[in-house]
């Protein structure tokens, strides 16, 4: 970066913002309390419910397909991914885990609208309610966040040679 570049600094600030949050049913006690916590810091922070777009899934796996297809549209600027999944006795978890990581990751590195993840992967039911809203934070405000900050970054970049 020159020395004359300007300094670029994200808000929260969700005014005005199209935003989708796509929600896993499994393990719905938690991913209801992610989705309850993120639509709260969303409305606090500028957002109005007319412009969030709730989408409840099976799973893990499906956040990344559903989200794919709301990227795809062009009409959000920010998507939330919430899911929880807790380690069981097989490779699955695992398996699970580094799939829908993978498909959100891909989704974000379009570099054309804010994505926050908020899955959880956790070893224990405990470790989950410490995630929303216990000694950890709450994961669901706080994904919610990050993609409105990533988004506000997004408008003060130039854009890129194409959309994917």
């Known amino acids: ?30 991913t209801e309390a992610l989705l309850e ?15 969030l777009h709730v989408v409840h899934v099976p799973g893990a796996l499906e956040i990344g397909t559903i989200a794919a297809r709301m990227a795809s549209t062009g009409g959000y600027d920010a998507i939330v991914c919430l899911g929880c999944v807790i380690r069981g006795g097989t490779a699955h978890f695992d398996h699970v885990c580094r799939v829908s990581m993978d498909m959100i990751a891909a989704i974000a590195a379009r570099g054309d609208l ?11 039911h405990a470790q989950a309610v410490d995630r929303v809203g ?23 970049l130039p854009a890129g040679e194409g959309k994917h």
């Open 114 to 124: 804010g994505v926050g993840n908020g899955v959880l992967t956790v070893d224990t």
């Open 37 to 51: 916590g993120a639509r709260q810091a969303l409305l606090e922070h500028g957002a109005v419910e007319g412009d």
């Open 1 to 30: 970066m020159s020395l004359d570049a300007p300094h670029l600094a994200g808000n929260v600030d969700a005014t005005g913002m199209r935003i989708g949050l796509i929600v896993s049913r499994f393990n719905e006690d938690i």
């Open 134 to 156: 216990g000694a950890h934070g709450h994961k669901g405000a706080e994904a919610a966040l990050t993609a409105i900050e990533v988004a506000s970054l997004l408008k003060q």
